[in-house]
Structure formats: structure tokens, C-alpha cells
């Protein structure tokens, strides 16, 4: 619950939204709110949904054996890792006189 609310409080920061706002957006009181966002309590699926689509983000299951790709896709990447998979002319040259 602590990451969930982590993700939660991060974006409604970067929306530059109260946790009033947000609360109120999903049909819940500020402190419920307030503790769902701290990760000290549980919330039900259907407050999670809510809440996710208060602050632009949708709930998604996923297959377990997929967590691994999906976190490597979702994970910051640094500037090495910032090509492309594939490259026109990987020479670099862009001219190709066959």
C-alpha cells in the first residue's frame, strides 16, 4: 500500500491538486483520502479506480510473470539507454548508394 500511495501523492503533486480535491473528485472524505495516500490503510478496488481516474491514471492487472517487463518499461531510463532499438542506417550516414 505504501508504494500505491506514494504513486498517488506524486502525481496529484504534479497535477497541482489538494488532497481535498482529489478526494472530493472520487467520492471520498479528505481523511480517508489522506490515509490511502499515507499507505496506512487498505482501499477497495472500486476507491482505487476512483481515485486513479481523479488524478488521470487507470488500475491495471497484470499477469504476475509480466511484472518484470513492465516494470523495465515503466523504469526511468538513463542516457545510455536512451537509443533506439533500431536504427535505418546504423552506420550513421543516412546515404545508401547501392
Known sequence: MLEIGQLL???????????????DMAGISRPRYREIEAGSSAARTTTLINIGRALGLELMLIPQTMVPAV????RPQDDLDDLPAFMA????????NV
Open 9 to 23: 501523492k506524486a502525481t496529484r503533486k504534479g497535477r497541482q491538486l489538494t488532497q481535498e480535491q482529489v478526494a
Open 71 to 74: 516494470s523495465a518499461l515503466l
Open 89 to 96: 542506417h546504423p552506420d550513421g550516414d543516412g546515404d545508401e
